[in-house]
T-cell receptor
Framework: DAKTTQPNSMESNEEEPVHLPCNHS???????IHWYRQLPSQGPEYVIH???SNVNNRMASLAIAEDRKSSTLILHRATLRDAAVYYC????????????FGKGTKLTVNP | EAQVTQNPRYLITVTGKKLTVTCSQN?????MSWYRQDPGLGLRQIYY???????DKGDVPEGYKVSRKEKRNFPLILESPSPNQTSLYFC?????????????FGQGTRLTVV
């Protein structure tokens, strides 16, 4: 499974944008970049995914570098409810559905 | 509402007493799996199923069994639980083999084996 690297932790203030980086230098052409988050005492929750182009949905935006070796999850206005561990995961089209969770980035949001 | 339902949410049991954790999804997903989450080790896959009657081992299958007799259900069976199976368990489901779809997770089952 292709590997991703994320900072262990990040901190943000409420109402400010948050940029969560992920490096995936060994990504292959058929790997989708997925982001999940896990709020305290809950199961992982899908956030967003993309292949090559930037993606937006109601929760976040995903910015993918042109060479696809890195990506950034953007929370436009962090709220206290966004405090969670965020996981960046690669999934291969036509490959296993298994999600390989690394340690993720623990996001703290200050009021 | 699309969801994955696990029961029970909390369970305390004694070593050796067989138990089953149930998992059900209402999205007609082919793929279902079980993960356990332990401090410092993250989420690891126990077993998965590509469809009815098709199951296979994940990364940490020892001490667990599963079955997939119906598409919606994927129970996790611990025939003789031991204290090292004390953990937080999650069931997940997704459409199979696309890479382009999201997985849905249950709320978790916190198991303590004493």
């Amino acid at each position: 499974d292709a590997k991703t690297t994320q900072p262990n932790s990040m901190e943000s203030n409420e109402e400010e944008p948050v940029h969560l980086p992920c490096n995936h230098s060994t990504i292959s052409g058929t790997d989708y970049i997925h982001w999940y988050r896990q709020l305290p005492s809950q199961g992982p929750e899908y956030v967003i995914h993309g292949l090559t182009s930037n993606v937006n949905n109601r929760m976040a935006s995903l910015a993918i570098a042109e060479d696809r070796k890195s990506s950034t999850l953007i929370l436009h206005r962090a709220t206290l409810r966004d405090a969670a561990v965020y996981y960046c995961i690669l999934k291969t089209q036509g490959g296993s559905e298994k999600l390989v969770f690394g340690k993720g980035t623990k996001l703290t949001v200050n009021p | 509402e699309a969801q994955v339902t696990q029961n029970p949410r909390y369970l305390i049991t004694v070593t050796g007493k067989k138990l089953t954790v149930t998992c059900s999804q209402n999205m007609n997903h082919e793929y279902m799996s079980w993960y356990r989450q332990d401090p410092g080790l993250g989420l690891r896959q126990i077993y998965y199923s590509m469809n009815v009657e098709v199951t296979d081992k994940g990364d940490v299958p020892e001490g667990y069994k599963v079955s997939r007799k119906e598409k919606r259900n994927f129970p996790l069976i611990l025939e003789s639980p031991s204290p090292n199976q004390t953990s937080l368990y999650f069931c997940a489901s997704s459409p199979a083999n696309t890479g382009n779809t999201e997985a849905f997770f249950g709320q978790g089952t916190r198991l303590t084996v004493v």
